[in-house]
């Protein structure tokens, strides 16, 4: 959860003042109609269709995610440095990512997101100078997974100032076609799309992280990027990957949540609550087509929207997936408060996990998993903060497995 951006940073006091719902109980009675598991479909050894999540439909009409051809409800984790952690801890080989995927296996953790890029513009060299060692990393996280059934959502540019910095243009290069921002862009993406993409482990796509946040911030004196700009580099990302992927898996963005205000900051510069229509037309305006992946990232206790006022969670859930449903797109929570960010209050976060439950969101990632734990907010493999995490996770993906197809 590398927050870029002062401003956007979620304090833990908020966090730690939402009210907490009542835990689902550990044995709910099995939802009627049909119910089976996408991961234990797709990953039985028989199966030899589409690999990666493409999006389907529901017999109603409506976008779902598919997976092995049934719709995918999983509760996972983000593991930010799960390749990152190679340089980060000096121990330059594929120990530390062998050691997290074999963890990852032992939790029985279905899905990962996690960081495909360089965080710091300088760490870009080894990408430069040393290609064949750079990508021999992200081919061994795919392998490892291949081989211990865990999908994986790679996020591929992190930090939204390391491409532009590296290249010596200004953020609002990433809104320029012809910038060297943009080159470097196409080229990374390609050449990381060309290893990944034979792989079964490889469920999406995803832009990066937070882009939507760093978007029309002059209003607050940071460096100014309109999203226009964010809208170019996501369809310039979501074409290159339909072009590159024979399997037409999902695209997304790995935005945060649009802020209250996101459409005023757009158009006007100001802070004016935005109503439901104009939230519509900003999550568009930052999931452009041939991208099909709504991604949010929810930390608190609801938003508000013009003429509403400030709704829950459970509201704003619903809200997203009317804005999905609206757009012909999926919805999924691609971080949200784990126990760390939580400061361990497991009743605070279980709410969350009920909430997604309860409005059937399909995918839903946990932050953050750390082998090392380096970060206050990470939780660690073998430890207490851990264990009650993937407790959690795999009680709840249970629930899942029973949700009948819609």
């Known amino acids: 959860m590398e927050k870029l951006i002062g401003i956007i940073s979620i304090a833990a006091a908020t966090v730690m003042a939402v009210a907490c719902s009542s835990p689902a109980p550990d044995n709910p009675s099995t ?14 050894d028989d199966y030899d ?10 017999k109603s009409g409506e976008p779902r995610m598919t997976l ?18 190679t340089w980060e801890t000096s121990n330059m ?48 996280i795919a392998e490892e997974c291949d081989k211990r059934h865990i999908l994986l959502i790679p996020s591929f540019f992190w930090n939204v100032r390391t491409f532009n910095e590296y290249c010596g243009e200004k953020l609002t290069a990433w809104g320029d076609t012809s910038s060297k921002t943009h080159a470097l862009m196409r080229d990374y993406a390609t050449k990381v799309i060309n290893v990944l993409k034979g792989h079964k482990c490889i469920a999406a796509w995803e832009f990066g992280n937070e882009f939507s946040l760093a978007a029309d911030t002059g209003i607050a004196g940071y460096e100014q990027m309109p999203a226009t700009c964010v809208n170019v580099a996501l369809k310039a990302f979501a074409e290159l990957c339909a072009a590159n992927d024979p399997e037409g898996r999902l695209i997304t963005s790995g935005n945060s949540i649009m802020r209250d205000a996101q459409y005023h ?35 608190e206790d609801g938003r508000s929207f ?4 400030k709704v829950n969670r459970r509201t704003q859930l619903k809200k997203a997936k009317e804005c999905a449903a609206r757009l012909g797109k999926v919805y999924y929570v691609g971080e949200y408060t784990g126990l760390g960010v939580a400061d361990d209050d497991e009743a605070l976060t279980e ?4 909430d997604f439950y309860d409005e059937r969101i399909q995918i839903s990632l946990a932050w953050n998993c750390s082998l090392t734990g380096q970060k206050f907010d990470d939780f660690k493999f073998d430890s207490t903060r851990g264990d009650k995490t993937f407790q959690m996770m795999r009680r709840y993906n249970k629930l899942y497995s029973r949700l009948p197809q819609d």
């Open 31 to 44: 939802p009627k109609g049909e119910a089976v598991w996408a991961p234990d479909v797709y990953w039985a």
């Open 49 to 58: 269709g589409p690999i990666g999540i493409p999006v389907g439909e529901s």
């Open 68 to 85: 092995g051809g049934v719709q995918l409800y999983c509760s996972g984790i983000n593991c930010y440095n799960l390749l990152v952690q």
């Open 93 to 140: 080989n594929a120990e530390h990512i062998k050691e997290t995927i074999e963890h990852f296996e032992t939790e029985k953790v279905p899905i990962v997101r996690f960081s495909c890029s360089p965080f710091h513009n300088y760490q870009f060299t080894y990408f430069v100078d040393q290609p064949e060692w750079y990508f021999g990393l992200i081919e061994t």
């Open 265 to 299: 900051m757009f158009h006007n510069q100001s802070w004016e609550t935005d109503t439901f229509d104009q939230y519509v037309e900003m999550t568009e305006l930052m999931t452009p087509e041939p991208m099909k992946g709504i991604s949010e990232h929810i930390y």
């Open 306 to 309: 013009a003429g509403l006022g």
């Open 351 to 354: 709410s969350f996990y009920k």
